[in-house]
C-alpha cells in the first residue's frame, strides 16, 4: 500500500520513527493557522470583542445575586425589584452577545478553513507524479476533508469558548480575591493537582489523537484505491479480502480513539472531581464564616458562583485542550503538504518559446530512473532529435522506456542527466504552463470526467464552441455513438466513463486531443483499445491530425505504426535501432522479430 513516509498506521513494525514524530506534536502547531488568518484580522477583532464582552457580562452576573441575596433583608420592594430587573437585563446582554459570538468566530472558521482547502488543493494538483509515489490519492483527500473538518470546529467554536472560559478564569480568580481573600488562597492550592494531570495526561492524548487521525486518512486511503478499481476487484472476487482489508483498519482507527476517548475521559473526571472537591470544601469553611459573621449570605453565594465558574472553566479548557491538540495535529498533517517539496518545479526567471511553436524535440543525451526504482534506468543515455512536423514511434517491448519518453516530454519528472528540448529551449528553463499548452495528449488509458460527452471534449480547449466539438468528435470517430446516447453530447457519461465502452472512452481522448489543435501530439497507445473498424477511422483521423504537426506514436501493435517516418526501437531504455518500417525489417533483430510475431508471414517478408 502506498503511503506518506510520516504516515503512522501502516507500519507499525517501525513505531520508533512514528513514536519520535509524535511527541514533537504541540498545540504550537496551531500557529501554522495564522497566515491564514491574518486576511480576516478584522472579522477576528470582532469576534474577541464579542467574547470578552460576554465574559464581563458573565462575571457581572454573581454581582447581581449577591445585591439580591442581601437585599432581602432590607424593608425596600423597589430596590428589590431593580436588582431582579438589572439580573434580567445582564442576561439579555449576555445571550445577544453570545449570539453575536457565535455568527462571527462561526464565519471565521468557515472563511479560513475554505481557504486552507484551496490552498493545499491548489498545492497538490500541481505537485508532479513523483510526489505521487509516496502518499495515496485518498489520504490526501482525507486531509482535505476530515483534517479541515476539525480545524472548522476549532476555529469555529473550541477556540473562542477556550478563550472566553480563560477570560472568565482570570476574571473570576480576581474577583473571588476581591471578594474572599482567605477562601480564595484555599482554593489556589488546588491548582498544582489540577495542572499535573492536564500536563501527563494530555501529552499521551495527544500522541493518541495523532495516532487516530493517520490511522482514519489510511482507511480513506484504502476506500478510494479500493472502490476506484471496483469492478477489478469483483472480476477477481476478491470482496471478500478487500472488505477485511478496509474493516480491519478501521476497527484500529475505532480502537485508537477508543484510547483517546478513555484517556480524554480520565482526564476530565481527575479534573472535575478535584475541582468540585476544592468548592466543596471552600463552601464548608465559608459557610463558617458566615456563622461567625465575617462574611454575608451574598458574599459567600458570590464567591461560590465565581468558584463555579472559575471551576467549569478549568474543567472546560481541559477538555477543549484535547480537541485543541487533534486540531494541532490536523493542522500540521495540511501544513506538510503546503510545504511539500516537488522535484519538478518552474525556473525562478523562465524563458518563452518563440512563436509560432515549430515542434522540434531534442533528448540530449538523457538518462533517468524513476524515483521509487532509483537502481533501474528507464532511459539510458538516449540521444535523439524529433524534426519539426515528423510523426516518430516508439517500440519495443514492456518496460522498454517509450511511456517515459513522453512523460519526460511533458516534464512530469525531470531527466538525472542530459537535457530535452523544444525548439532548443531545455524544458526546465519554461514555465510548465507555458510550454504545455503546445502539447496534446492521448494516454492508454484514458481519463473520463464524470460530466457530459461535450464536456470530456472541450478539456481539451475550454473556449472552443459546441460546432468545433463536434468536427473533433467527428474526426476521432466518436460523433455516431455520441449522438446515439439519450442525451447526445449533453449525456452524463459517469464516474470515469463508466457509462461507455473503453473504445468509447479512447475516441472521446482522441477528440479532445485533436480539439486542442496543438503543435505537438503525443499518442501513447492510443488505438490499444479498438476494434479494427473504429481503429482504421481513427488511424485515418490521426494522419490528418499529425500533417503540420510533430507527432510521438507509442506502440506495440506495429501496424499502427508502419507510416511514421521514423521508427525509433528501444530496449531497456537504450535506442537499439531507427528507421523506417521495411528498413527495420530488412535489417532483422528486434523489430524484426516483433514484427513477425504481429504480421502474417506475408507481411513480414515485405
Known amino acids: 500500500m502506498a503511503r506518506t513516509p510520516n504516515a503512522r498506521p501502516p507500519a507499525p513494525t517501525a513505531p520508533g520513527a512514528s513514536e519520535e514524530r509524535a511527541t514533537s506534536r504541540n498545540i504550537g502547531g496551531l500557529e501554522a493557522l495564522w497566515p491564514f488568518v491574518r486576511p480576516y484580522r478584522g472579522l477576528m477583532v470582532a469576534a474577541l470583542l464579542a467574547l470578552s464582552f460576554t465574559a464581563m457580562v458573565s462575571l457581572a452576573l454573581p454581582l447581581a445575586v449577591r445585591r439580591v441575596i442581601d437585599t432581602f433583608r432590607i424593608e425596600n420592594g423597589a430596590l428589590l425589584d431593580q436588582y431582579f430587573l438589572a439580573a434580567i437585563g445582564i442576561a439579555g446582554l449576555l445571550a445577544v452577545g453570545t449570539g453575536v459570538r457565535y455568527a462571527l468566530v462561526t464565519r471565521l472558521g468557515e472563511r479560513v478553513v475554505a481557504d486552507i482547502r484551496k490552498a493545499v488543493f491548489d498545492r497538490v494538483l500541481g505537485m508532479s507524479p513523483a510526489f505521487y509515489e509516496n502518499i495515496m490519492t485518498g489520504e490526501v483527500l482525507s486531509r482535505i476533508t476530515t483534517d479541515t473538518t476539525l480545524i472548522q470546529s476549532v476555529l469555529g467554536s473550541s477556540a473562542s469558548i477556550a478563550l472566553r472560559n480563560v477570560l472568565i478564569f482570570l476574571g473570576g480568580l480576581v474577583l473571588m480575591l476581591a471578594t474572599s481573600a482567605k477562601l480564595t488562597g484555599l482554593v489556589l492550592l488546588l491548582v ?87 468548592v466543596v470544601g471552600v463552601l464548608w469553611i465559608g459557610a463558617r464564616d458566615v456563622r461567625a459573621g465575617a462574611m454575608t449570605e451574598g458574599a459567600l ?19 477543549i485542550w484535547g480537541e485543541l491538540q487533534r486540531a494541532a495535529g490536523a493542522t500540521e498533517r495540511l501544513i506538510e503538504l503546503l510545504r511539500a517539496t516537488d522535484t519538478v518545479l518552474d525556473p525562478a526567471a523562465p524563458k518563452r518559446l ?137 449525456a ?62 507509442v506502440a506495440h501493435r506495429l501496424a499502427t505504426v508502419k507510416k511514421a517516418d521514423r521508427i525509433v526501437v528501444l530496449d531497456q531504455g537504450r535506442i537499439i535501432a531507427t528507421g523506417s518500417h521495411d528498413q527495420l525489417v530488412a535489417e532483422g533483430g528486434l523489430y524484426a522479430r516483433l514484427a513477425r510475431l504481429q504480421f502474417t508471414d506475408g507481411l513480414a517478408a515485405e
Open 354 to 490: 518563440a512563436e509560432p511553436v515549430r515542434g522540434e524535440i531534442t533528448f540530449d543525451h538523457v538518462s533517468f530512473a524513476y524515483p521509487s526504482r532509483p537502481g533501474t534506468q528507464a532511459l539510458d543515455d538516449i540521444v535523439l532529435t524529433i524534426a519539426p512536423g515528423e510523426t516518430v514511434a516508439f517500440v519495443g517491448p514492456s518496460g522498454a522506456g517509450k511511456t517515459t519518453v513522453i512523460q519526460l516530454i511533458q516534464r512530469f519528472y525531470d531527466p538525472d542527466a542530459g537535457r530535452v528540448l523544444l525548439d532548443g529551449m531545455d524544458l526546465r528553463e519554461l514555465n510548465r504552463d507555458e510550454f504545455r499548452r503546445h502539447l496534446a495528449m492521448v494516454p492508454q488509458d484514458p481519463v473520463i470526467f464524470a460530466a457530459t460527452a461535450r464536456e470530456n471534449i472541450r478539456f481539451g480547449r475550454p473556449s472552443a464552441s459546441d460546432a468545433e466539438v463536434e468536427a473533433a468528435a467527428r474526426a476521432a470517430a466518436a460523433h455516431d455513438f455520441i449522438a446515439a446516447l439519450p442525451e447526445g453530447y449533453d
Open 192 to 278: 498544582p493537582l489540577v495542572i499535573v494531570p492536564i500536563l501527563t495526561l494530555g501529552r499521551r492524548l495527544r500522541r493518541i489523537s495523532r495516532e487516530n487521525q493517520d490511522w482514519i486518512a489510511a482507511s480513506s486511503g484504502n476506500a478510494a484505491e479500493t472502490l476506484g478499481a471496483v469492478q477489478t476487484v469483483q472480476a477477481f472476487t476478491h470482496e471478500a479480502a478487500s472488505r477485511a482489508q478496509f474493516a480491519e483498519m478501521t476497527e484500529t482507527a475505532y480502537d485508537v480513539s477508543i484510547r483517546r476517548m478513555r484517556t480524554r475521559a480520565l482526564m476530565t473526571v481527575i479534573i472535575i472531581f478535584l475541582v468540585f472537591c476544592g
Open 492 to 553: 452524463y457519461v459517469g464516474e470515469r466513463g463508466v457509462m461507455l465502452s473503453g473504445g468509447q472512452k479512447q475516441r472521446i481522448a482522441i477528440a479532445r486531443a485533436i480539439l486542442r489543435d496543438a503543435p505537438v501530439l503525443l499518442l501513447d497507445e492510443a488505438t490499444s483499445a479498438l476494434d479494427a473498424e473504429s481503429e482504421r477511422a481513427v488511424q485515418q483521423a490521426v494522419d490528418l491530425l499529425a500533417k503540420g504537426r510533430t507527432t510521438l506514436i
Open 301 to 319: 453565594v458570590q464567591f461560590v458562583i465565581y468558584s463555579v465558574m472559575v471551576a467549569g472553566g478549568v474543567a472546560a479548557l481541559s477538555e
